[in-house]
């Protein structure tokens, strides 16, 4: 038995009680699905009970509202990226090579989390300023491990030592994030997609070896 964490929790809320662990999983997903079909605003919470099939009260011993319910979808969406990312940065490979990697880890939940990822990218300008500090933290912290390994390509020689490592890290975390607008309208397997990113980032990054002059 675990309890699920609150965020944002008001004062005149019902007090959080224990839930089993498999049921609690259930409430988040069914909250990442209607906040992605029907945005943050044109969805409430008796839609989530619906889908559970729970009365709409009984949802406040999980959230004790809306934006709770939508700071935990954020969290869990961008929580995998980081852990998966984490674990990229710190392997022994090549600088181009873990950024192939955390590329590819960066699209793969397009697969079989895609309402996290839509609703991380979309709706978390809705949360209150608190809510939003604390997402962005682990959202700053992908970033960092981005860059690093950019920084990491441009010490060892591999990439241009000219690189502006930061607006290298925001295109290709942007042109990763853009795919989930269109992912699932292109006949593409992700895998494909994901080295193709990696190519086109890479081709503008790698150092080039100057001709001799004669």
């Known amino acids: 038995m675990s309890v ?29 699905r209607v906040f992605a079909e029907r945005g943050f605003h044109g969805a409430s919470t ?20 809306k934006e709770a319910a939508l700071e935990l979808v ?8 980081f852990e998966a990312a984490r674990a990229i940065a710190a392997a ?15 699209l ?18 809705h949360l209150p300023a ?4 604390r997402i962005g933290k682990w959202s700053r912290g992908l970033e ?3 860059e690093d390994v950019i920084k ?23 042109m990763a994030n853009a795919a989930a607008s269109w992912y699932r309208k292109e006949e593409v397997a992700i895998e494909h997609i994901a080295a193709e990113f990696a190519r086109l980032a890479l081709d503008g990054m790698v150092a080039r070896s100057r001709p001799r002059r004669r």
Not at 46 to 65: C, K, M, N, P
């Open 92 to 106: 022994s490979a090549t600088a181009g090579e873990k950024l192939g990697a955390l590329v590819k880890s960066h």
């Open 4 to 32: 699920v964490p609150l965020a944002g929790r008001r004062a005149a809320s019902p007090r959080p009680v224990r839930v089993s662990r498999r049921r609690a999983p259930q409430i988040i997903e069914a909250a990442a």
């Open 130 to 133: 608190e809510s939003r500090r």
């Open 74 to 81: 954020c969290l869990k969406g961008v929580e995998g990226f």
């Open 46 to 65: 008796q839609d989530i009970a619906d889908v559970l099939g729970i009365r709409q009260a009984s949802l406040y011993y999980y959230f004790a509202s």
């Open 108 to 125: 793969v939940p397009l697969v079989d989390r895609s309402d996290f990822v839509k609703v991380f990218l979309n709706e978390r300008q």
């Open 144 to 146: 960092r491990i981005f």
């Open 152 to 174: 990491e390509g441009v010490r060892s020689g591999e990439f241009r030592h000219d690189l502006d490592t930061r607006l290298a890290t925001l295109a290709i975390l942007g």
